[in-house]
């Protein structure tokens, strides 16, 4: 099983429309958790990080499920603009020291 | 501004030989990173320092050589490059090692195609 897993998507939806994007992760003992945006031919950027009670940044809103290892990312009112790769991160502690291990991404395309 | 920057941007070399990335960040962070991304977009860790120190080496091929002069800088030497080297390079840095609240901050990426 990979430690981050999530489905590469393509995700097409109009503009307006409510899309949300689910994450697994392996390691029980995983502590944080994040949600990283990166557009085509760019570097990787923190959207949000993912607080166990669950957070929202305005039409962005974070789950955390722990009972089940995965995190969830919900898009309202989606915006042309809201088209990139969507990557999953989950911190692992490992050999004496926290890493940041990335999912493969999901992509989404919002069309007019 | 305050970033990372990394050069070069792109990369294109033959197979054998040796090439730098170089990496620095103005964002006073005491941790910095080399991540490979490749064609199937997974970003992996391959190196990381706190202060000048080592701290992470993942299982990555002693022909990469990361330097870290100061807690500015973190450059990485490849030497006798091959095909599979080809993938995008990211610098990154963070206040802090791992996660916790401190997220990384990534330089805009190295384009490496060797030939």
């Known amino acids: 099983r990979k430690e981050v897993e999530q489905d590469p998507g393509p995700f097409n939806v109009p503009e307006g429309a409510t899309v949300a994007f689910n994450c697994t992760y392996s390691?029980?003992?995983?502590?944080?958790f994040f949600w990283y945006r990166q557009d085509c031919r760019k570097e990787p950027k923190l959207l949000m990080s993912?607080?166990?009670s669950g957070n929202e940044d305005g039409r962005f809103t974070a789950q955390l499920n722990r009972a089940s290892q995965y995190i969830s990312l919900l898009i309202r009112d989606s915006k042309l603009s809201d088209s990139a790769t969507y990557l999953c991160?989950?911190?692992?502690?490992?050999?004496?020291?926290?890493?940041?291990?990335f999912g493969a991404g999901t992509r989404l395309a919002v069309h007019p | 501004d305050t970033a990372v920057s990394q050069t070069p941007k792109y990369l294109v070399t033959q197979m054998g030989n040796d090439k730098s990335i170089k990496c620095e960040q103005n964002?006073?962070?005491?941790?910095m990173y080399w991540y490979k991304q490749d064609s199937k977009k997974f970003l992996k860790i391959m190196f990381s320092?706190?202060?000048?120190?080592?701290?992470i080496n993942e299982t990555v091929p002693n022909r990469f050589s990361p330097k870290s002069p100061d807690k500015a800088h973190l450059n990485l030497h490849i030497n006798s490059l091959e095909l599979g080297d080809s993938a995008v390079y990211f610098c990154?840095?963070?206040?802090?090692?791992?996660?916790?609240?401190?997220?990384?901050?990534f330089g805009n990426g190295t384009r490496l195609t060797v030939t």
């Open positions: 390691n029980s003992a995983s502590q944080s």
């Open positions: 993912v607080y166990s």
């Open positions: 991160v989950v911190n692992m502690f490992s050999g004496g020291y926290n890493k940041l291990i």
């Open positions: 990154a840095s963070s206040q802090e090692i791992g996660a916790g609240n401190s997220p990384l901050h």
């Open positions: 320092y706190n202060n000048k120190e080592l701290i």
């Open positions: 964002l006073g962070h005491d941790t």
